[in-house]
């Protein structure tokens, strides 16, 4: 078995202890009333973002649900724009706009948190399709919960991701609740890694508080995608060992023995004692009283930055409420020509022809364009608004897509955010009605939650 060596397992406490000791301090913050809106915190499940970042560079990206702090920080946000960001403060990430749920710093390859189920799948899928499209050795993760596993993006996700190709890690943090509801109850297979094979692609039933194999596995499937070789699903079976939601009740649907014996099973604890005990081999001079010291100063240098991060917070001011409406829209730009003189003469086509036309035209100055579709590929479209389109940009960039209009729009949004620029042919107008979920609650609050 693969083993880290000695800075990539002290780099793995040191995020998992990150994420554990903001998150504590964040549920304290809330109880207090300090935070404006929910909170969920990810303690007990630190393992799984700190295993999976671990082999991810910052153009590298995630897609992440309301249940994200863990993924921002493992992924190298701050405590301290993530702490201002609860407070409700201009200097968080989002500058105060998106709170505990929406989480947004593209610069490190964190593309946003959502309190919708299911659209981190999605919108990974348009991430790997954006690194597809732009050749670049890049790779997307989707981390869900196992409520989204019964969620139609879930499948539609995956199909995608199998069918064509992409870069994309799905990984399932089963913590066995999708909110109240137990897996058991909500799901006819009590598995979700063993699901890959239904879509071509390899999956695995990890013990989702065992950092290490976490980090092997991810390491494993992040390399295979960037040879090219397609997605992988990773279900790690873990266990949240707070409330939903701070605030919620937390054992009308669970037992407080329960808890506590998942306690036992902390992903913290569990590294600590294995590189302690010798289980893991490090430097054989070093003593275990000296290694013991060391894993102690992180925790408390953690523990100074992490108050540092609040004073910081607290420190800093609230938005302006005349910038409240901010960033609703995006900035529009004029089009401007300026390849060619306009056509000389006063020629007359057809809206359809003059489709095409703008299409080939806008695809020839932009290799980020695609199209997607039914049937819009080698058919040229229902009404032919893309014909002959496919002979010259290829099936990459002339996309036919399975029925799935949630599915690919959803993609759209990922890829937009990515690099690339889609195009989405709706057959009928009808269709679209399937893809509200993504327009609305997704594609239209972007530009204004991410600030």
């Known amino acids: ?43 007990g499940e630190e393992a799984i973002a700190a295993g999976v970042c671990a082999h991810l560079s910052t153009d590298d990206v995630i897609f992440s649900t309301h249940r994200g702090h863990g993924h921002a920080l493992a992924k190298g946000l701050s405590p301290e724009k993530l702490i201002a ?5 201009e200097t968080g990430v989002s500058h105060g706009r998106g709170g505990s749920m929406h989480l947004f710093a593209p610069e490190i390859g964190l593309m946003g948190t ?57 990984v399932c943090e089963n913590n066995q609740f999708a909110t109240e509801v137990p897996f058991s109850y909500s799901s006819g297979n009590p598995g979700v890694g063993n699901r890959g094979a239904a879509y071509g692609m390899p999956g695995h039933e990890l013990d989702g508080n065992d950092v290490l194999e976490i980090w092997r596995v991810a390491g494993e499937a992040i390399r295979r995608a960037r ?41 913290i604890i569990r590294l600590r004692s294995n ?6 081999s490090l430097d054989a001079a070093e003593s275990v009283e000296a290694l013991a010291a ?17 004073e910081f917070a607290e420190s800093s001011p609230v938005p302006d409420p005349a910038t409240a409406q901010d960033n609703v ?67 990459d960039r002339l996309c036919d897509t399975p029925i799935c209009e949630r599915g690919f729009v959803g993609l759209s949004c990922g890829a937009a955010m990515t690099g690339t620029r889609p195009v989405i042919d709706f057959m009928f107008i009808d269709f679209i009605n399937d893809s ?12 204004y939650m991410s600030s």
Request: charged share 20%; with cysteine.
């Open 1 to 43: 078995m693969t083993q880290p060596n000695r800075d990539t397992l002290l780099t793995l406490y040191r995020t998992m202890q990150i994420i554990r000791q903001t998150e504590e301090r964040l549920a304290r913050y809330h109880q207090q009333g300090l935070i404006p809106g929910a909170c969920h915190t990810y303690v």
């Open 227 to 267: 040879r090219g070789e397609g997605p992988t699903l990773i279900e790690c079976r873990t266990y949240r060992t707070r409330a939903h939601a701070e605030g919620m009740g937390d054992f009308s649907y669970r037992t407080r023995e329960e808890v506590e014996e998942w306690k036992q099973r902390c992903p």
């Open 275 to 280: 590189v302690l005990s010798g289980e893991i």
């Open 114 to 170: 959502s309190g919708i189920v299911g659209p981190s799948i999605l919108q990974a899928c348009g991430g790997g399709y954006s690194f597809k499209i732009l050749r670049r050795n890049n790779v997307a993760v989707a981390f869900f919960g196992d409520g989204a596993v019964n969620n139609g993006a879930f499948h539609e996700g995956l199909n995608m991701a199998a069918i064509w190709n992409l870069p994309v890690i799905f």
């Open 329 to 395: 829209y995006s900035t529009s730009t004029d089009a401007v020509l300026t390849t060619r003189q306009p056509a000389a003469t006063d020629r007359q086509i057809s809206f359809v022809a003059a489709t095409v036309e703008a299409l080939d035209h806008a695809m020839a100055l932009d290799p980020g364009i695609f199209v997607m579709g039914e049937g819009i590929g080698k058919r040229g479209g229902n009404f032919m608004t893309t014909a002959g389109l496919y002979d010259k940009y290829g099936a």
């Open 294 to 310: 060391q894993l102690d100063d992180i925790e408390s240098d953690i523990r100074n930055s992490v108050q540092a991060a609040r």
């Open 436 to 447: 509200f979920g993504e327009v609305i609650n997704q594609i239209a609050k972007m530009q």
């Open 85 to 89: 960001e609860l407070f409700g403060r």
